[in-house]
């Protein structure tokens, strides 16, 4: 099974800064992943896929990057609403499917 | 507008079972991989089962051989039939459209296993 690492567990940035998130897959898995957003109370919302591409919907101060076994979610400029737990997913191997996603990374007011 | 409502959570008590729907709205079930995530209060994501558009199934190690994914074709809805539960099943339950990543989720529907 492919263990997906996020760090830092949790992370204190202030309104208006430049957030960013890591993401380390215990082995390649090329491009193959995703980011999401999850807020208290509510189901988690695809962010980007194939590592660096933005679904539909979301601003472009989110951003990915990164390929094999290290990513990086970068939001340029904090919003009120970005502040929640950032999950990353990898789907590589298939089928059958091994999707693992990290432990996530709680991002908080500073 | 493309949408999966679930339903069907609730209190069970250890070695009962239940069944999770899910009903789609804008898109065919059918046509799609569909999955189910849980997450247990206060953790992460764990992917649990996908249905294949071909109707191939798969399963998490840890519920293999206890849940089965099914779906329902004429009412475009997704199941997920739930046996011989555990305290340590006790979580929210996504139904999810499968693009390889997940790009669409229903709202979830919370599933308790205690005495």
């Known amino acids: 099974e492919i263990v997906m690492t996020q760090s830092p567990a949790t992370l204190s940035v202030s309104p208006g800064e430049r957030a960013t998130l890591s ?6 898995v090329s491009s193959n992943l995703a980011w999401y957003q999850q807020k208290p109370g509510q189901a988690p919302r695809l962010l ?3 590592a660096s591409t933005r679904a539909t919907g979301i601003p472009a101060r989110f951003s990915g990057s990164g390929s094999g076994t ?3 979610l970068t939001i340029s400029s904090l919003q009120s ?7 990353c997913q990898q789907y590589n191997n298939w089928p059958p499917p091994e999707d693992t996603f990290g432990q996530g990374t709680k991002l908080e007011i500073k | 507008e493309v949408q999966l409502v679930e339903t069907g959570g609730g209190l069970i008590q250890p070695g ?3 069944r999770l729907s899910c009903a789609a709205s804008g898109f065919t079930v059918s046509s799609n991989y569909m999955s189910w995530v849980r ?12 249905i294949y558009s071909g109707g191939s199934t798969y399963y998490a190690d840890s ?12 009412k475009n809805t997704l199941y997920l039939q739930m046996n011989s539960l555990r305290a340590e099943d006790t979580a929210v339950y996504y139904c999810a459209r499968k693009l390889r990543y ?4 229903g709202q979830g529907t919370l599933v308790t296993v205690s005495s």
């Open chain 1, 23 to 28: 993401c380390r897959a215990s082995q390649s």
């Open chain 1, 48 to 50: 980007i896929y194939g």
């Open chain 1, 70 to 72: 290290e990513f990086t």
């Open chain 1, 81 to 87: 609403e970005d502040f929640a737990v950032y999950y």
């Open chain 2, 16 to 18: 009962g079972s239940l």
């Open chain 2, 39 to 50: 997450q247990a209060p206060g953790k992460g994501l764990e992917w649990v089962s996908v």
């Open chain 2, 63 to 74: 519920v293999k051989g206890r849940f089965t994914i099914s779906r329902d074709n004429s």
């Open chain 2, 102 to 105: 997940f790009d669409v989720w």
